[in-house]
């Protein structure tokens, strides 16, 4: 019996030839199921304070900053240490700093002081007359502020404002400029996230979404309810990828291109949203790897401590397949790695055993290049570093009258790990918990078992780099009850 894994479906008959029924630190790649990279550091001091958001704005030269919040201080990326870059009197906000970037001007906010700027070696100083803002977005010469307090609304958590065309530092509503402000009122709730596509914008609130363009005066922007009662858990957990968003909904994963959201979510919906700690789901993190065409989700699950994140979710684009990874983490970023060539790396590490763990074909090395980044504790590390342990739980194989000896495993390594063991679990019935057999060594490329049952599952154990696509399992008739 020759089968593909489809990956990590916990929602599916597990009866289905491929599922994946449990997993750990396996994400879904292009050639099958690869162990994750495990955090590397990314050769920066710990921060003083625990980070709560970062973000690395491109600026118009192509340069980039990498800025990180914590909850009284930003700071940045350079050369190796970090630099504070806090506006004079310091911050006082509970929610997350959001940030984006404008022409050449990084823009902050929290919600509780008014928006900020930072312009290329500088620090962040408050916009005069600006709106207090949970979330920023920049598209089509304008910043937008939603769940705004400020711009003549007064407090409106369904608010929102654009400053003026093509100056970030004009909030004053008046014709001339296109600087409006107004509310989304077609629906209930505050509005928890934004995010542009294209040159349009969406606004997303718990149980809705709403499409805004450009549209020049005087309505300036143009809201449009999107069709459904679909919404978003929270500001990070929306993630652009080129002209579509993947986003967490209240009950579903979704991914929206501007027509209506489509359901992604199918195999894994009734186990992530069971194991979701439901009071803390607006602390979903989401970051994408473009590289492998991947979205991270971390979320804290019902084991949590305190709603602490410490759990992934990893939904392949092209593959349309899922994996996950117990990891705690405190923030993510697009971490760019470019700082480091061959002209720095000797002020960075005194000697070759003093480079970090990272294969030399990691894109961690190649200028300029993107890769997820993760804050562990107060330290910066990229999920470049060579894999470890990881392991994935069949489904069963058999049939539902007859027995059958299972003999043989024979796994389809693309990449084989440094070691691999299985351990075999049978039952006679879907319906019965399976009883734990015994645990076989990977030896001349397969694990020999002697078992009878109607039913069989794996659990494949691996450590370090490796890519399995399928099995071939030998399974003999051994006839009827």
Known sequence: MRIELSGFAPDVDPATPGVITDCDALIP???????ANTPASAMFPPLSNAPRSAFVAELLDGSKRTLVATQSEIVEAVAGAWVDRSRGGGYTGTNRTRFTVFGNAVLSTNRAESIQQSLPGGGFTDIAGSPQALVLVAASGFVLAFNINGMTLGDQ????????LRNQTDWTP?????CVAGRLLDSPGPIRAAAALGGDVVAYKPTS??????VGPPLVWQWTRVPGDIGCSGAESVVTVGT????????????FDGTVPKSIGAPIREWFFANLSNINRDKILGVADLARDLVYWYYPSVNSSNGAIDSCLVYNIKRDRWGKWAVPVQAVVQYSSGQITYDTVGTLFATYDDLPDIAYDSPFWIADQTIPGVFIGNSLYSLT??????????GDYGDITEYSMLRRVTPRYLINPTGATCTNQYRLTLGNAPTVDQTAQLSRGRFDFRRSCRWHRLRIQQQGPCTINGLDI???????E
Do not use: E
């Open 29 to 35: 790649t292009a050639k099958g199921m690869s162990a």
């Open 157 to 164: 958590a369904d608010g929102w404002g654009c400053s003026a």
């Open 174 to 178: 008046a014709a001339a400029t296109q």
């Open 474 to 480: 030998d399974l003999q008739a051994s006839g009827r």
């Open 244 to 255: 579509r968003h993947f986003f967490i909904g209240q009950d579903d994963i979704y991914l």
């Open 209 to 214: 979404m709403y499409l805004g363009r450009y």
């Open 385 to 394: 570093g060579a894999p470890g342990a990881s392991f994935a739980l069949t």
